[in-house]
């Protein structure tokens, strides 16, 4: 594979996307204490496009508890590709700055690539035992320590060598065709990611998030299909799962909104993607030209959806129970504009490959609560990755 390190492809599969590719400068955030330097770098590259991705385990900012185990990521990471292109109908169609050969050739690399086979992946926690914590989320919850929580679980694959990351692109976008796919070539990570949700959006004075809680599956029979559709748009406890967050959401914005601008502009609207149906809230606000990046991140990050609530209880007790550690999982990729402006997705739906380690990875969760049935919990996790781990 002959790529440009660093490379990202963002992709909203409406045929167009955003490409950027080439060495540039560069922030890595180790620690909390960086985060005031990313705004100022930021500041400084103001102008320019910026590329970059969020660790899920920037929690600490909100827990004070560093996740356990060997991070093969830094907490965060931005740079200034040298080239970026707009894509639309799958060609360059406008130049937003450097050598518009150089992103021609990366970009027929990304459409030529067929998706690739994997051999079968394995999991830590089985189904016996993923009814087990399931059933113990549910006494915490009744003892009052949560009211919602995203309990996740990872399936993965060892000892794999790949060498063909725009298949494997190519595996997760043909199967999922999502609005907030991204390519993620780094020298530590190659993300392919097939994301239906958006973590937050800028454009101008204006903040936005939409967070997905409720999930049915698709048929191919047209009436079966409708009818899964319509269960999840009157389910009492899918509603009920993305009312909380969409609160979580309200509160996280109100610590950065100017007074009285939060708003939620679309209560659990149901949208349909090739592979499921989602419950779709968003949540907008308007923010201060001096509010900073840092400023956004620690009211906002990690998004509620993927976390629960209360936000810092969920958050420690996934620490606790899950078997695995979460990183770009639950994290996000993203850019931001010239005008600094910015969008970025929430990393689910995705196979992460770490090729120092040569391990394949690709996490799934769902929201518990006092309504969850462990079984039918199960089941939703399996619907939303199977197309991608089978």
Not at 115 to 125: D, S
Not at 219 to 242: G, M
């Amino acid at each position: 594979m002959k790529v440009v390190p660093p490379f990202c492809f963002l992709n909203s599969n409406d045929q167009s996307a955003l490409l950027g590719t080439g060495e540039g400068p560069a922030f890595v955030v180790h620690s909390l204490e960086d985060l005031s330097s990313l705004d100022a770098f930021l500041d400084l590259h103001r102008g320019t496009y910026i590329f970059g991705f969020l660790s899920y385990a920037l929690q600490a900012h909100v827990t004070g508890v560093p996740l356990s185990g060997e991070l093969s990521l830094p907490l965060a990471y931005f740079w200034v590709p040298q080239s970026v292109g707009a894509v639309r109908d799958a060609r360059i169609d406008e130049v937003k700055c450097g050598n518009k050969h150089m992103l021609e050739a990366l970009l027929a690399q990304i459409n030529s690539a067929k998706e690739i086979p994997l051999p079968p992946f394995r999991t830590l926690v089985g189904k016996e035992e993923y009814f087990e914590s399931v059933n113990y989320i549910k006494e915490k919850i009744q003892r009052g320590d949560l009211y919602e929580t995203n309990f996740c679980i990872e399936y993965f694959i060892e000892n794999l060598a790949i060498d063909d990351l725009f298949g494997l692109y190519q595996r997760v976008n043909s199967r999922t065709q999502a609005p907030f796919s991204a390519l993620l070539h780094l020298e530590y990570l190659w993300l392919a990611c097939g994301s239906p949700e958006r973590f937050m959006k800028k454009t101008g004075n204006t903040l936005f998030s939409q967070p997905i809680k409720g999930t049915s599956a698709r048929f191919e029979h047209r009436e079966i299909d409708q009818q899964s559709r319509e269960r999840l748009a009157n389910s009492s406890k899918e509603k009920s799962e993305n009312v909380m967050i969409v609160d979580l959401v309200r509160n996280d914005l109100s610590k950065i909104a100017t007074p009285g601008s939060v708003h939620v502009d679309e209560l659990c609207g149901v949208y349909t993607f090739p592979t499921v149906h989602q419950m779709i809230s968003t949540i907008s606000c308007h923010i201060e030209d001096s509010c900073s990046f840092s400023a956004i991140l620690k009211a906002m990050f990690p998004m509620g959806s993927m976390t629960g609530a209360p936000k810092r209880n969920a958050l420690l007790f996934a620490q606790e129970l899950e078997r695995f550690t979460r990183e770009i999982y639950s994290g996000s990729v993203g850019y931001f504009t010239p005008e600094g402006d910015f969008d970025f997705n929430v990393v689910i739906r995705s196979l992460e490959y770490y090729p120092h380690k040569k391990r394949l990875a690709c996490g799934v969760g769902s929201a518990i609560t006092m309504a969850s049935d462990p079984a039918q919990e199960y089941e939703e996790c399996d619907m939303k990755i199977k197309r991608l781990i089978h």
